[in-house]
């Protein structure tokens, strides 16, 4: 055991210590911490440690909300106020865009949401025989922990914890895992149980009374998402379209989260006439877009395009064109950009590159990039600054309380 002060955090946001053998990084301390720490092996060059005890506290410390902070792999920066945990966020931004010479790039105000409004959850369950967990994992491992309160999560998804529980005690096998996610809609919950379950009628009543006594909206089962039951179709509304997504479609982590992002994507996309939604989900921008602008949505996802496109039709917004196309392999031609007055693309965390080497030679004048990852969202900027555009502003907006992921949206222009 050695005590050491902790003099800053790392972009995981452990704290960083140093001693005479180097670096150390220690999980859960907070700058200016006294701890006393035992080191249990490498990172790198550097040694990693687990933090024992806080001998004295540093100034930004805090008591962390949740009784699950330190054995959750959930939330990794409850015990810092919100100060250095704004400051910690930004400065990760910051050195993404400086390590690929864009230090000079004006950041907005980070936007934040509020806590306890995540709308989808994806925990992991195994029947043991000491009974059923259900929740997230430990940090870096496999291990699940029994989740009994989560400040992260819209109380609805929290309060079907135990329901869930008894559920899958009846239906799981022992020593057999499933993997459980809930999204909260307009019209209720959403479930999704991906598990080997017992194909019987017994099993099927369970699941029946299930759905009836939850109240959930719709109720899905398999590795790949049949669904079994719709007692109302599960609904989002996008400005004033409603769609009802895939069982796996995806949805921003919020709806707060959605509103800043769909204004800050119409705010650079200002008065473009032409624009083209690359990676477009179920249509959460293309929607607010298509008053008075013509939208091309592509996205990869079959059953999100037709989400997107069921919705289209049933509001009658003809200025929408749903293209079905994998971007990852077959990303939109220079020809093909140079009908678009302006692209947004909103690509998953490995970023878009194959599709910005193509933006990058194109004569498209405005871009506006969404991105949950600052690393692959600089390495997509640099590529594009490096062929003639500016980086004009990229705003933070933190969908993800307490943990390491940001949200950013970025504006670029010829």
Known sequence: MVELTIASLGARGDGIAHDDAGVLYIPYGAPGDHVAATVTGKRGDAR??????????????????????????????????DRAYSDWKLEILRQALARRDLGGTVIQAMIT???????????????????????????????IINLTECHILRPAIVDL??????????????NKRADVQVTETETGLDLW??????????????????????????????????????????????????VTPPPDGFLQASRAGEAALVRLVQDGVANAANVADLFAGVGTFSFALAKGTRVTSVEGAGDQAEALIAARNAARRSGIEVEVRDLERRALSVEELSAFDAV????????AARQVDNLAVSAVPRIVAVSCNPA?????AATLADAGYHLQSVTPVDQFPWSRHLEL??????
């Open 193 to 242: 149980l991906a598990a080997d379950l017992p194909h019987n009628a017994q099993t099927d009543m369970r699941l029946a009374d299930f759905a009836q006594d939850a109240d959930l909206a719709r109720l899905s089962t398999g590795r790949r998402p049949e669904v079994v039951m719709v007692r109302r179709a599960p609904r989002v509304t996008f400005t004033g379209v409603a």
């Open 376 to 380: 692959t969202f600089a390495r997509d």
């Open 48 to 81: 990693l440690a687990h933090l024992d005890t806080v001998l004295h506290a540093g100034p930004d410390r805090v008591q962390a909300p949740c009784h699950h902070f330190g054995s959750c792999g959930g939330c990794a920066m409850q015990h810092l106020n």
């Open 344 to 351: 947004i693309f909103d690509p998953p965390r490995v970023g």
């Open 409 to 414: 949206v970025a504006v670029l222009q010829r």
């Open 113 to 143: 949401v509020p806590t306890a409004s995540r709308r989808r959850a994806r925990f992991t369950a195994l029947r043991t025989r000491n009974g059923l967990r259900l929740g997230f994992n430990e940090p870096g491992s496999h291990n």
């Open 161 to 174: 914890l135990d329901r869930l529980r008894a559920l899958l005690t009846d239906l799981l096998a022992p």
